[in-house]
């Protein structure tokens, strides 16, 4: 599973809450569906006996019921798929601004920290790193700036000495 992109977790994450939903609702409906298919044989039944004709609809209810459940599963898989699709494109559109601050974020290099910086107008969600991320990039271009003073600094205090042990030489 870590793997996988975040868009296919949200799609795999959503597909499965769905398909739970889709089963139980199928479940609570052909059970809801059987038990009035069976309360009707039983007053075909009922009237079979009190009338004297002759029905058969205790197969007929049987296929019915059959026929019924078959549906249900059918639906309940073409609902799952389709909102699986519908899932994978919508959280797509969802992370496009998490590919673009990916993006910017990879045009920063040691040379560039201070004149590049990540659009802090965006997302609520990524307002934030965008702007933690800017945070970093200028105390990363003060620390290379102290690094380049002292590294000027100690080879202008080593200019001195070996200048005086040349011209002694």
């Known amino acids: 599973m870590k793997r996988l992109s975040?868009?296919?977790?949200?799609?795999?994450?959503?597909?499965?809450?769905?398909?739970?939903?889709?089963?139980c609702l199928n479940l609570?409906?052909?059970?809801?569906?059987a038990s009035g298919m069976d309360n009707l044989n039983g007053y075909v039944l009922q009237y079979q006996q009190d009338g004297g004709e002759d029905l058969t609809i205790s197969q007929e209810v049987y296929d019915t019921k059959t026929i019924?459940?078959?549906?249900?599963?059918?639906?309940?898989?073409?609902?799952?798929?389709?909102?699986?699709?519908?899932?994978?494109?919508?959280?797509?559109?969802?992370?496009?601004?998490?590919?673009?601050?990916?993006?910017?974020?990879?045009?920063?290099?040691q040379d560039n920290l201070v004149d590049i910086r990540l659009e802090e107008n965006t997302v609520a969600e990524f307002r934030q790193l965008s702007q933690s991320v800017n945070?970093?990039?200028?105390?990363?271009?003060?620390?290379?700036?102290?690094q380049r003073q002292f590294a000027g600094n100690a080879a202008h205090e080593l200019k001195t000495p070996l200048a005086i042990m040349q011209a002694k030489l």
Not at 70 to 96: M, P
């Open 6 to 23: 975040l868009q296919w977790r949200i799609t795999l994450m959503t597909a499965l809450l769905i398909a739970g939903a889709c089963i």
């Open 28 to 33: 609570l409906l052909y059970r809801s569906g």
């Open 68 to 109: 019924f459940g078959r549906k249900g599963w059918c639906i309940t898989a073409v609902v799952t798929l389709f909102s699986a699709a519908i899932a994978y494109f919508i959280s797509g559109k969802a992370l496009k601004p998490l590919k673009e601050l990916a993006q910017q974020a990879e045009k920063v290099d």
């Open 135 to 146: 945070q970093m990039l200028n105390r990363l271009a003060h620390s290379f700036d102290l």
